[in-house]
């Protein structure tokens, strides 16, 4: 199985700010890669699939990049309402495999 | 708009078996693979099973293969999940998804419904 590790765990940060979180894979993945948000108590929603395409309707201040096997999220401009878990994902190969998720928080 | 909404859910006993539904409507529900990820308390997801648009094609995680049996009824727009031989590491919420390739995205999802496996 291909096992994702995100970093940080846990990130704080001021509304403005540009946040940065990172998913690196066990292998070389080939940027099949998605990335959620899920706030507390909610199901989880999709932001960014295959790295870098954005979902309809996620605000453009979300963006992913990366390949290989490290991989980025970026909030431009962190908001009120960004307060979540983000989760990566993986589908290079079954099975489908998530990252254990960096939970943000504003500062 | 789309709706899928899990139900089934509970308290059950070691070893004794659960049968999840989520009832799908707002799109076509047979053009669709579908999926269940599960989330254990305060825990990340976790990819549970996967089946074909058509019922064709299964996938299981290797801890529930031959314990759990994914289905579908396109006529009914409903997806199912038979648990059996239930340990206590499946409590989680259980969530029913949308999962179609090429990009392998978890698009839509339900609210999810707890399993808790505790006698």
């Known amino acids: 199985d291909i096992q994702m590790t995100q970093s940080p765990s846990l990130l704080s940060a001021s509304v403005g700010d540009r946040v940065t979180l990172s998913c690196k894979a066990s292998?070389?993945?080939?940027?099949?890669l998605n990335w959620y948000q899920q706030k507390l108590g909610e199901a989880p929603k999709l932001l960014i699939y295959?790295?870098?395409s954005l979902q309809t309707g996620i605000p453009s201040r979300f963006s992913g990049s990366g390949s290989g096997t490290d991989y980025t999220l970026t909030i431009s401009s962190l908001q009120p309402e960004d307060v979540a878990t983000y989760f990566c994902q993986q589908y290079n190969s079954w099975p489908l495999t998530f990252g254990s998720g960096t939970k943000l928080e504003i500062k | 708009e789309v709706q899928l909404v899990e139900s089934g859910g509970g308290l059950v006993q070691p070893g004794r078996s659960m049968k999840l539904s989520c009832a799908a409507s707002g799109f076509t529900f047979s053009n669709y693979g579908m999926a269940w990820v599960r989330q254990a308390p305060k825990k990340g997801l976790e990819w549970v099973a996967y089946?074909?648009?058509?019922?064709?094609?299964?996938y299981y995680r290797d801890p529930v293969k031959g314990r759990f049996t994914i289905s579908r009824d396109n006529a009914k727009s409903t997806l199912y999940l038979q648990m059996d031989s239930l340990r206590s590491e499946d409590t989680a919420t259980y969530y029913c998804?949308?999962?179609?390739?090429?990009?392998?995205?978890?698009?839509?999802w339900g609210p999810g419904t707890m399993v808790t496996v505790s006698s």
């Open positions: 089946i074909s648009y058509d019922g064709g094609s299964t």
């Open positions: 998804t949308t999962l179609t390739g090429p990009y392998w995205y978890f698009d839509f």
């Open positions: 295959y790295t870098n």
């Open positions: 292998q070389n993945i080939y940027k099949y």
